[in-house]
């Protein structure tokens, strides 16, 4: 049995060092067992990039009790969870991209972000679908312009649970949405480059967007 090194960032830039001696088929296995919507992604992924894998195996050994980690302390929140952050995404993208948007998948099907046109009666809002036409699609919500998300016709626990990882931390959340698919969730491009598959995302939509890149590395729970 081989043994296989993993290095890997985790958020408030704590490093993660440890080797795994599980074969390909206890991972795959072994990721059954471990929710939520990234290990969820990596299970419908026939082919995994090398940091695909990495994070495979650290879900794995986790959730087996072999990586213990310590939990920074929580901080008191300033003002009322919402969606604030991905508001100032957009905002910031709208300065240099004409129709921004986000496109990722959930455990509920693909969801899309993007701004209400000028002639909706929601106006300037972000409107979060499913990115079918106006008719048809599924219309799970959308988050006005202070912030507040307001739950649509088709609304989903699925897709506000990873709307609320978007807004705690943008880029570890698209990276990781990025990564999961194999494509930004930013322009729909393939992740090939090894800046793309660190981050999740390629340096012109981390300019775009206002993202971190380069020596900063996104931080996947």
């Known amino acids: 049995m081989g043994t296989y090194s993993v290095t890997l960032k985790r958020d408030n830039n704590r490093v993660v060092v440890f080797t795994s001696n599980l074969t390909e088929v206890e991972v795959v296995t072994g990721l059954k067992k471990v929710p939520g919507d990234f290990a ?3 299970r419908r992924t026939r082919v995994w990039t090398k940091a695909q894998e990495d994070w495979a195996r650290y879900m794995v050994e986790k959730a ?33 991209l004409q129709y921004p948007r986000v496109t990722f998948a959930t455990s509920a099907g693909t969801v899309r972000i993007q701004r209400a046109g000028e ?9 979060v679908t499913d990115g079918g036409s106006f008719e048809n699609n599924r219309f ?52 090939t480059d090894e800046a793309s598959t660190t981050h999740g995302y390629g340096p012109v939509c981390a300019k775009n967007w206002g993202l971190p890149h380069g020596a900063a590395k996104i931080k996947v729970s």
């Open 40 to 42: 969820l992604s990596l």
């Open 64 to 96: 087996e009790g072999r990586i213990v980690e310590e939990q920074p302390k929580a901080q008191p929140a300033e003002q009322p969870a919402g969606m604030g952050a991905i508001v100032e995404l957009f905002a910031h993208a709208n300065v240099s």
């Open 119 to 127: 002639r909706s009666r929601y106006a300037g809002d972000l409107m």
């Open 140 to 191: 799970y919500g959308r988050i006005d312009k202070a912030g507040a998300f307001h739950p649509g016709r088709d609304s989903s626990s699925a897709v506000t649970g990873v709307l609320a990882e978007i807004a705690a931390n943008p880029a570890e959340a698209l990276g990781r949405l990025g990564l999961a698919q194999g494509q930004c969730c930013f322009c729909g491009k393939d992740l």
